[in-house]
């Protein structure tokens, strides 16, 4: 005896070796052996063989059309045995059977399973959707292997096109549009990025960053609702001083000024004068909403989006030739520049004048600071202040944070709305000049005296800390070790960042006598402190991405096939005269850092972007200690 039974939602045939009620022992084909339920019996039979019934069914079943059948049988439940009787017109032999059984259960659309060996027709209504979705599919997949096929060829159907957004930030894989576009970059062995280049739908590697970084942290767009910029305050007391900026030609949003004003008998006393968004943009308010969610200015080469709309950085920055409103940090200086008192005052300072980099340190430099100075604007006040930040930078017990690194100035040249018709210049600059030292030094100044005062007048704060390794911002008032200061707080660029602006806020309140914004732990100062310090972290890492892709351009744009470098670490160089890192796995294992070594240019990846370098051989030698300390 042989028998036909279901498990594991298919069909089988053994051969009985015992038999009860509840159970059977049967015999496979491949000579197993095992128990079954007498339940999942479909069929009982002599002959065929248990080998052969399921192999001459099969191609019977293959021959039978579900529509047919369906067109056949009548309403309601049915047995398989039943319906094939009435299919063949007799009793069915057991192959007969088993092939109406195999054409019932390959069909599911026309026939719903009802129990053992048991089936229902399908509704007509039911029957026609299910029909119409099947041909869908179909009719999808074909579309998804012939886009497949335009893919892996390199032209893009106009389908995936318009996907193109998508396909790169945010793909949807239930489209099949994105089904084909991945099953072909995994037939390509290219990124989505890659093979969209290749099929013309990038046409700029740069959209491709800055697009990316939109989606990201501007998904509504850069622009801002129409606010209206809050006006200048007109009861400050105006400021006895003519006071002057130190920034790069590009600088819009000057946050601070500096002034010197001579004390007789006493020495000087130095203003370190702050751009006061804080006096208007009232804590709550609509503006305060769009600061917040920015948190800071978003730089980058030849492009910026500001934390602020233009016409209130206009009314707020420290323009040349106008009174502005300002937090003023005033210290009387002896003539040894000992800080002996400070005070700080909410006015109008007039800024006499907004001096530039490039305008100021052909005269004011390292070389010229110790000898007689041309006769130029604040000569004298530089001067002073040179001296007294180097007598700053020794309180502290540091050396300048500024020092001993390059800054690189990145110069777009055309659109940007066309990056690939633009062109970069990229220039070096040696930081820590006596501009940079003099900026630098009071503006920690401020920084940690304002952070001093509202920690002392128990005034929430925003702090950044160094207590181990890593800087960190804390509501905290914890010592920056870095700096050699006993705390630290973001006050000096309201205008650029919103941590700054929060502490603004805070001081004023301080030295208005009024209750602050944010109390003591509060959670929502710790939650935008949370945010800020994410958001800032991002724009830096964007910042240095673009970076990153413009010098790539600049080194397609001068056609260099050989570079030199400097050695790190193992196998890490930094590229001359560029910002720019990378590793290059052929350079022998035994250089040391300060090495200079000449690369050979094997690849540029603009959609990366990376650059892939080979080593060529050794250059001569240099001051291997002073290569060690600027890679710190």
């Known amino acids: 005896m042989n028998v036909l039974f279901e498990e594991d939602g298919g069909f089988k045939a053994g051969s009985v070796m015992a038999d009860n009620d509840s159970a059977l022992q049967v015999e496979m084909p491949s000579g197993k052996r095992g128990k079954i339920k007498a339940a999942t019996v479909l069929l009982r039979f002599e002959k065929p063989s248990a080998a052969q019934l399921l192999a001459l069914a099969t191609p019977m079943a293959d021959e039978i059309e579900a529509d047919f059948l369906w067109e056949c049988v009548s309403d309601g439940e049915f047995s398989f045995l039943d319906f094939a009787r009435d299919y063949y017109g007799h009793d069915p032999a057991p192959v007969e059977a088993t092939a109406v059984l195999l054409a019932l259960h390959a069909a ?3 026939f719903h399973r009802k129990g053992k060996g048991r089936f229902k027709k399908a509704p007509a209504d ?46 949807d894989r239930n489209k099949p549009e994105t089904k084909a576009f991945e099953s072909a970059c995994e037939a390509t062995g290219l990124s989505a990025a890659q093979l969209l280049f290749k099929c013309g739908a990038i046409k700029s590697a740069y959209h491709l960053h800055y697009k990316r970084f939109l989606r990201e942290q501007f998904p509504k767009g850069t622009g801002f609702p129409a606010l209206d910029a809050p006006g200048l305050p007109d009861d400050l007391p105006r400021a006895d001083v003519r006071a002057f900026s130190i920034d790069d030609a590009n600088t819009t949003e000057i946050d601070d000024a500096l002034s010197v004003v001579r004390l007789p008998g006493i020495g000087t006393r130095i203003g370190i004068h702050i751009a006061a968004p804080g006096l208007a943009i009232e804590h709550g308010s609509p503006l305060d909403g769009v600061a917040r969610a920015r948190l800071s200015t978003v730089y980058m080469p030849g492009n910026k989006i500001t934390m602020l709309p233009d016409a209130v950085v206009q009314n707020y920055t420290l323009a040349g030739g106008v009174d502005c409103p300002a937090v003023s940090l005033y210290l009387n200086v002896s003539e040894s520049l000992e800080i002996l008192s400070h005070e700080s005052r909410l006015e109008m300072v007039h800024i006499a004048a907004n001096l530039r980099h490039h305008e100021v340190e052909p005269w004011f430099n390292a070389e010229t600071v110790n000898g007689p100075l041309p006769d130029q604007p604040f000569k004298d006040e530089l001067l002073h202040l040179w001296h007294f930040a180097n007598a700053c930078e020794g309180r502290r017990g540091k050396p300048s944070a500024v020092q001993g690194i390059n800054d690189y100035n990145f110069a777009i040249a055309g659109d940007l709305a066309d990056p690939e018709a633009c062109t970069v210049e990229i220039s070096e600059r040696k930081r820590g000049s006596p501009l940079d030292k003099l900026v630098a030094e ?13 920690a002392e007048k128990n005034i929430a704060c925003m702090y950044r800390a160094q207590t181990q390794g890593k800087v960190r911002m804390t509501t905290s008032p914890l010592p920056h070790e870095g700096l050699g200061v006993p705390q ?9 960042r919103y941590c700054d602006l929060v502490n603004q806020w805070q001081l004023i309140a301080c030295l208005k006598g009024e209750s602050p914004a944010f109390a003591q732990k509060s959670a929502e100062l710790f939650a935008a402190m949370r945010d800020f310090e994410l958001t800032y972290g991002a724009y830096a890492d964007f910042q240095r991405l673009m970076e990153r892709y413009w010098c790539l351009r600049w080194l397609q744009q001068q056609g260099l096939a050989e570079i030199d470098a400097t050695v790190r670490r193992e196998q890490l160089v930094k590229l001359d005269h560029l910002p720019l890192m990378l590793r290059v796995p052929s350079l022998p294992n035994d250089l040391a850092p300060g090495q200079r070594v000449h690369l050979a240019v094997e690849s540029i990846d603009l959609l990366a972007p990376e650059i892939s370098c080979r080593f060529i051989g050794l250059l001569a030698e240099t001051d291997v200690a002073e290569a060690v300390e600027e890679a710190q």
């Open 108 to 110: 599911p659309v026309y």
């Open 126 to 171: 039911i029957l026609a959707a299910a029909l119409a979705n099947l041909e869908k599919r179909r009719q999808q997949a074909l579309a998804i292997e012939g886009w497949i096929g335009e893919l892996k060829a390199f032209r893009l159907p106009p389908e995936i096109a318009a996907l193109t957004d998508s396909l790169l930030y945010a793909p």
């Open 442 to 454: 009071l503006m920690i100044v401020a920084n940690s005296t304002w952070g001093g005062l509202l």
């Open 488 to 496: 630290y707080a973001w006050m000096t660029s309201p205008l650029r």
